[in-house]
């Protein structure tokens, strides 16, 4: 009975079939490598998936044998087991239905498997076999890069983007399975996508700066909050240009430099924001509701996705109505604000996201919104009116460079003929951010606003006029060492934007302008240079 018994479990491993085919899986702004490993074998007819599927994985199964019986092939009834390695790391997504498909053509005798070696694949199977688009195809071009692929195999809606990487990774654009396998066989091949050209022609859109009418003082603060990468907040009353304001600074901002358009396009295509022709080459900018909840605007959820402060990252996050957002909500911005990152921590992973933002925020000056209107009075009390900005912390406040006052234009101001643009304003910002790159050579941000205590020492020197004048107003108007810090950073800039190597007395002063939240409200000045003044004469 021994030769027979031999002679049976030959049999059985010779017909049982081990494929193995790399994928991935998303996980924060990143891609981890997944292994596909199908064992099929003759026994119950039966087909089992391992290693932490999530439910969108779990359903491949249905899609994967619709689309290969779509494309002409069987696959005979055998016990098949569908392991995604490694077994201890959670798969979420629509990206292994490509992988899975070709490991059991692999499996059951349909493709050679040496066909696969040095080869990365990700795409969603329709019914019929079509290839549909994934989230994350460029952080998969970068995981095929550091392991070494050759050929990166994704969906043609998401070819261009994962080619804007560039090297010697060859991007395959696949539109069904069938295209798929004839590829591998070598039937049909399929060229290479090119590498997009970059940087592409930036447009401003109809956003022009020139089209605010008036507000001198709030299209400065916007200038200098560009220049030096401040955050800003606009006080004024309802219709005064505030949201039209703030939604023309992305206009002024330098372009995108590729490494940031990478880490950008990344991000907003985990999110599910596929970018047309490949590279992301405008700054973001997002605007979330009042509404929206902690997890939406910092990021988090059962499977940590990018909130809004992420998808602002390089660019700029506005939040109208600012006092409207919950407290808990705005305390959670102080972190990301500091450190340009958010850290989610769970119970078996850390997963961190970049948020590099520039903060603009809108607010009334009181509930009603009419205080300091000159056309309309407040009728709010005014334990109404600091109970209503109270809903902003000191700390939080203390991390916006810039607070400025936005009155109602005139009649005479918005009959009158527009300013500069904003081409001729983005030339000079463009200019202070050369002087700030310069300073800061070799630094991963080389902006005003991301120096140190050590930087504010050596560049923020004042001389005695100009300290006098800082201390003043450090303690008439209460100042912490942040917000000194911050108004030191602020005239640093706008020493860099008039061509200064030295900050100035008039410099220290324009920068006081643009903390009108430091003065006390029952004492608030009607002109915006009447603290400044105060200080002054203190000195």
Known sequence: MAPVQDAGRAFRLMIAMLARVLSGTPWG????????EVDARFGLPQLQLVGLPDAAVRES????????????????PRSVVINLAPADLRKEGNHLDLAIALALMVAHDHLPAELLAGRLCCGELGLDGALRPVRGALAFAELAREIGAQELLVPASNAEEAAALG???AVIAVGTLDEALAHLRGERPIAPMSTPAFPRPFHAGASDLADVRGQAMPKRALEIAAAGAHNLIFIGPPGSGKTMLARRLP???PPLCRSEAIAVTKIHSLAGEIAAGGLRCERPFRSPHAHTSGAGLIGGGSVPRPGEVSLAHAGVLFLDELPEFRRDVLEALRQPIEDGVVSIVRSRARLSFPARFTLVAAMNPCPCGHLGDPRRPCRCPEGTVERYRARISGPLLDRIDLQVEVPVPSAAELRAEGGESSAAVAARVAAARR???????????????????????RWCALDEKSQRLADAAFERLGLSARALARLLKVARTIADLGGHDRIHTTHVAEALQYRCLDRPLARQPTSPLAGVRAAARVS
Request: charged content about 30%.
């Open 167 to 169: 090297g010697m990774l």
């Open 61 to 76: 199964r249905e899609r994967v044998r619709s689309a290969i019986r779509h494309c002409g092939y069987e696959l005979p």
């Open 435 to 457: 002087r700030q790159e310069a300073r800061f050579a070799g630094r991963p941000l080389p902006v005003n606003a991301a120096m140190d205590a050590r930087d504010l020492r």
């Open 251 to 253: 206009g002024i901002l």
């Open 29 to 36: 702004v990143e891609t981890l490598p997944v292994q596909v």
